[in-house]
Each structure stands twice: as C-alpha cells, then as structure tokens.
C-alpha cells in the first residue's frame, strides 16, 4: 500500500501517546494524524487536526468529525489512567475499558484496519488484580471485534517526561534506570520501558502491517519486545 494514511490517536496527552502523534508527524506514510481527547496538545503541523470534548460521547464525536471527512486507516489508543487519578474504580474502567471499545467500535464500523492499544503487564481476565482483570477484559474484548489488525502492547512501568507527576512510576522509574544498562534478556519484561520506545514500537508494527510484512492478525507485544524494538 503506497497511498498516505490517516491515523487517530486517542490520548494523546499522554506520555506516549505525546511521542505518538510527534512520530506520526514526522512520518512521509501520513498524510493526516487526528487526535481524539478532552484537551488539546500545545502544538501546530499542517497535518495535525484535534479533536476535543465529553469523551462521554465519542460515538458522536468521531462521527461528526473524523468519519465524515477522512478515513482512517488506523487507531493508537494510548488512553489510560490510575484508580488513584480516578478516585473509584467503577470510574476506572469506564475510562480503561468502556472508552477505547467505544472508539475501537465506531472505527471498526467505517473502515479502521488496526487498532493499537496500550495495555499492561501481567493483564488477564482472570487476574486478582483489578487494574490487571480490567486490562485483560479489554483486550479479550478488542479481540472479539475481529479487526483486520489488532496490535496490543503490555509495557511495564512507563519512565519519562509526563505533564502528571506519578510519584509510584518516577520512583520505580528511577531505579530501574540505573540497572538498566547491565540487564538484558528476561530481566527486560520487569524494567521500566521509555514511554518514547513504546509509541515506536505501536508506529513500527503499523507500518509492517501496511508494507505487508507482518501475517499476524492479532499479536501481543510484551514489554521485553518493546524494550529491544527496532524499525
């Protein structure tokens, strides 16, 4: 496929969705990048239009403005929270789960291809963790939408630059970075991972899928992969 794409990232004030959109901007494959979120990023490009409101009502929203204008051929949910952040965990899951598979369904519906969502390690359905049981649900979920492509990425603790201090991740940030160039192998799906090296690895399997060299319709990427990432 040699035609430019469109892509929506979804959080993209995030720490990597941030990295995301820059990326995608950067890119010759893109001809259009719109985010999707409560505010606005503090930036400008030619190829950068935002959309911003009540996430509450995000079916109306990509429909009254991405899908009427462009199709889009891909989706970066980089969208996610803390129970803390939240303050309840009902208000959790309505932000980690019932926003992404409602944008992942309208998306579906006018003719996404992949979707690429942010999970975490250690997620699964079934898990006594509620962070972790909410993750899984999600991807189970995304699964049975069927796309094209779903690609789904389960970093460990997120490390860089953030608008919102997290004290639990700048810590356990911190000292993983100091043992981080004498670890390697297994050791690397525990590390802290660069928020940037994540929103490279969700840009580079999107680009295999559209270049035609990746068959995988569903794949899981895990933290250790993320780290050792290469386009």
């Given at each position: ?31 259009s ?24 009502n ?40 019932d ?13 996404a ?44 603790v997120?490390?860089?630059?953030r ?30 991972v ?6 490279l ?31």
């Open positions: 496929m040699n035609e430019k794409r469109t892509a929506l990232v979804f959080g993209a004030t995030g720490l990597v969705g941030g990295h995301c959109v820059r990326m995608l901007l950067a890119s010759e494959e893109y001809s990048v719109i985010t999707l979120g409560r505010r606005k990023l503090n930036l400008a490009h030619s190829k950068l239009s935002q959309i911003t409101g009540n996430l509450d995000i079916e109306s929203l990509l429909k009254d403005s991405v899908v009427a204008g462009k199709t889009v051929s891909e989706v970066f949910c980089c969208l996610g929270t803390t129970i803390k952040k939240a303050k309840s965990k009902s208000a959790f899951k309505h932000i980690d789960y926003y992404p598979m409602a944008v992942a369904k309208v998306m579906l519906e006018y003719g291809k992949h979707f690429c969502v942010i999970s975490a390690v250690g997620a699964s359905p079934t898990s006594h963790f509620f962070y972790n049981k909410i993750k899984g649900e999600l991807e189970r979920d995304l699964t049975e939408l069927n796309y094209p492509f779903l690609t789904i990425m389960r970093p460990s997120l490390s860089g630059d608008e919102e201090f997290r004290l639990a991740e700048s810590l356990t940030g911190a000292v993983g970075n100091l043992f981080k160039p004498i670890v390697s192998g297994a050791l690397l799906e525990v590390m802290p660069e928020g940037s090296q994540v929103a690895a969700m840009v580079g399997e999107s680009e295999r899928i559209f270049k035609g060299s990746r068959y995988q319709n569903s794949l899981v990427i895990t933290s250790r992969q993320i780290q050792e990432y290469k386009i």
